[in-house]
């Protein structure tokens, strides 16, 4: 019997990208049922929910108890073995769900799986990867203990599992999600990664994750303090501190210099770098829930982008309106729920650094 997923959509306030997010999940073809949370008081919300009326299985307008309840009784409302949560600002791939239950199915013994996240900015823009990302370590103390290898919309685990951890703690309000992959492993659950990306992320000023007041710094506190080894709590927190710091430097100039210069050397996700350097057969990933269907992509770099080579399968022309902006048309417009590769081969003697790609 093939497995049935429950996502829950926690909604604190209206952001464009919803609509997309409930598209997202509408166009997974596996038994899921999807529950809306909505405390926003925003009209707007409940008109895209009035949308997708036919497809959601839950819906409450009004308010909760914060993130973590909203959570908590979307699953409560939906049954399924698998769960999952997404916010408002959180679109999957097409496919991810499929990919997930493949993985389950391949492998029973697995209780959570995850991937990639690609990361959007404000504009829907992808800008690059969530490069915190990792597999499961064989060797050595499971690195989620000291940092957050897991991407929350890209990780989907079953409710025994879940339950068998000690389920999502209400009380947290920003590290909920770290504070269970940590108990999930320390039950014993069993991680299974999927090389791909799951899902597109926004990574903004405003977001939850961008926030380092009293409170998610308590929050972060006590999970370091908690499971963390002894001697790598005080990096491990300077850490958080530094990425906060980082976000906040202004003008976007130099936030850009000091995040580069800061992951310079770190690890790369499908040939791109952690500071942007595209290295050689570099893969972009990209999708979208329009109703329009896409006839071209914009790459832009942050540097002239020379003589780099770029490989797509369904494009009939490329063009170059400057020297930093390369323009991809498609052979036919690009339908919603289609996942594009993009290869990138850049020139031997240039270091090319990646900016965005844009649907246009």
């Not at 926030?211 to 709590?233: C, D, H, V």
Request: aromatic fraction near 10%; proline fraction near 6%; hydrophobic fraction near 40%.
């Amino acid at each position: 019997m093939a497995l049935s997923f429950s996502i829950s959509v926690p909604v604190g306030a209206w952001h464009p990208f919803l609509p997309a997010c409930l598209a997202s999940l509408a166009a997974q073809k596996v038994d899921l049922k999807v529950s809306l949370l909505d405390a926003s008081r925003d009209e707007r919300v409940s008109e895209i929910a009035n949308r997708f009326a036919g497809f959601l299985h839950y819906r409450r307008h009004g308010p909760d108890g914060g993130q973590s309840a909203a959570i908590l009784e979307g699953w409560a409302k939906a049954p399924g073995e698998v769960l999952g949560w997404l916010n408002a600002d959180d679109i999957l791939m097409p496919g991810a769900l499929e990919r997930a239950r493949g993985a389950f199915s391949g492998d029973p013994s697995l209780d959570l799986v995850y991937g990639h996240s690609t990361i959007l900015d404000e504009a829907g823009c992808m800008v690059g990867y969530h490069w915190a990302v990792e597999p499961p370590n064989e060797e050595g103390p499971p690195r989620i203990y000291e940092a957050g290898v897991i991407s929350q919309p890209s990780c989907f685990f079953k409710r025994a599992a879940y339950e068998a951890a000690g389920g999502l703690d209400e009380d947290l309000h920003y590290t909920m999600d770290w504070d269970l992959w940590v108990r999930l492993e320390k039950s014993g659950a069993k991680a299974g990664f999927i090389d791909a990306p799951l899902s597109m992320v926004l990574w903004g000023d405003e977001t939850k994750t961008a926030s380092f007041n009293a409170q998610r710094r308590a929050e972060l506190k006590r999970i370091i303090e908690t499971y963390a080894p002894e001697e790598k709590r005080k990096k491990i927190f300077r850490a958080f501190a530094l990425h906060n710091l980082m976000n906040r430097v202004k003008p976007e100039g130099l936030k850009k210099a000091v995040t580069r210069a800061l992951h310079r050397g770190r690890r790369e996700i499908y040939g791109l770098s952690a500071d942007g350097l595209v290295r050689p057969d570099a893969k972009v990933f990209l999708a979208h829930y329009e109703e329009t269907p896409r006839e071209s992509v914009r790459l832009s770099f942050e540097n002239a982008a020379g003589d780099v080579a770029v490989e797509c399968g369904e494009a009939i022309s490329f063009s170059r309106p400057d020297a930093r902006t390369i323009d991809i048309a498609f052979e036919k417009p690009v339908e919603a729920a289609r996942t594009i590769k993009l290869s990138l081969e850049p020139p031997a003697s240039a270091k090319l650094r990646f900016k965005s790609a844009e649907w246009r």
